[in-house]
Every structure is written in structure tokens, then in C-alpha cells.
């Protein structure tokens, strides 16, 4: 069983940048790829960016691209996301969570998700 914490969220100005941290518990963090989802007011939960479980592949939506890199740090049980030029429509709450694998937005299990962290983009 993996519990998630994420951390880092807040408001910022457009063309900032925020650095979002998952802390993950238990033992077997490094056997999951791992994903960060975003769900603005009114929409669907989307898919972020996904990492794979040695951080060697990685997964991009195209409107982050460029802006967004995702990465792990498996002896600290924790996966980041560096938001740079951060845009209005960046803003939402971000959950990370346990996925199948590093492209993929299928989460496993209902109690893999992250309680989310809030992300405010001013234009």
C-alpha cells in the first residue's frame, strides 16, 4: 500500500514557476510509475505528465510541454513536478498517483491518489 502527500502548491503570477513534491510511504514507492493529474473548476480530471519507475521515461500532455518536467528521487520516496511559465489556465488542484505505467492516466486503485494541492495562476 502506497500513502501520497503532495506539497508546494499556492499562487503565483503568470510566468512563475512552483515545484510540487508527492511524498509517498511504504517500502515499494520505486516498484510504481508515478503520474500528477490536474482538475480545474468544471472539468475532468486530467493527466499531467507520468514518470516511469527508474525515472527514465517520461510523459508530457501537449500543453505542458516545455513547461513542465517530472522527476523522481526513489531513496527519498517522492516525485516532483517543476512548473515553469506558469499560465491562468494552469490552474487547478494537482493530485499525483500510482499509475500503470509512465503514459498511461490509469490509476490502479482508488487509494492511490495524492489528496491534492491547489495551484493558482494570476493573470
Known amino acids: 500500500q502506497v500513502q501520497l502527500v503532495e506539497s508546494g502548491g499556492g499562487l503565483v503570477q503568470g510566468g512563475g514557476s512552483l515545484r510540487l513534491s508527492c511524498a509517498a510511504s511504504?517500502?515499494?514507492?520505486?516498484?510504481?510509475?508515478m503520474g500528477w493529474f490536474r482538475q480545474a473548476p468544471g472539468k475532468e480530471r486530467e493527466f499531467v505528465a507520468g514518470?516511469?519507475?527508474?525515472?527514465?521515461?517520461?510523459y508530457y500532455t501537449d500543453s505542458v510541454k516545455g513547461r513542465f518536467t517530472i522527476s523522481r528521487d526513489n531513496a527519498k520516496n517522492t516525485v516532483y513536478m517543476q512548473m515553469n511559465s506558469l499560465k491562468p489556465e494552469d490552474t487547478a488542484v494537482y493530485y499525483c498517483?500510482?499509475?500503470?505505467?509512465?503514459?498511461?492516466?490509469?490509476?490502479?486503485?482508488?487509494?492511490?491518489w495524492g489528496q491534492g494541492t491547489q495551484v493558482t495562476v494570476s493573470s
Open positions: 511504504g517500502r515499494t514507492f520505486s516498484s510504481y510509475a
Open positions: 514518470i516511469s519507475i527508474s525515472g527514465g521515461s517520461t
Open positions: 498517483a500510482v499509475t500503470l505505467s509512465y503514459s498511461s492516466k490509469r490509476v490502479p486503485r482508488d487509494d492511490y
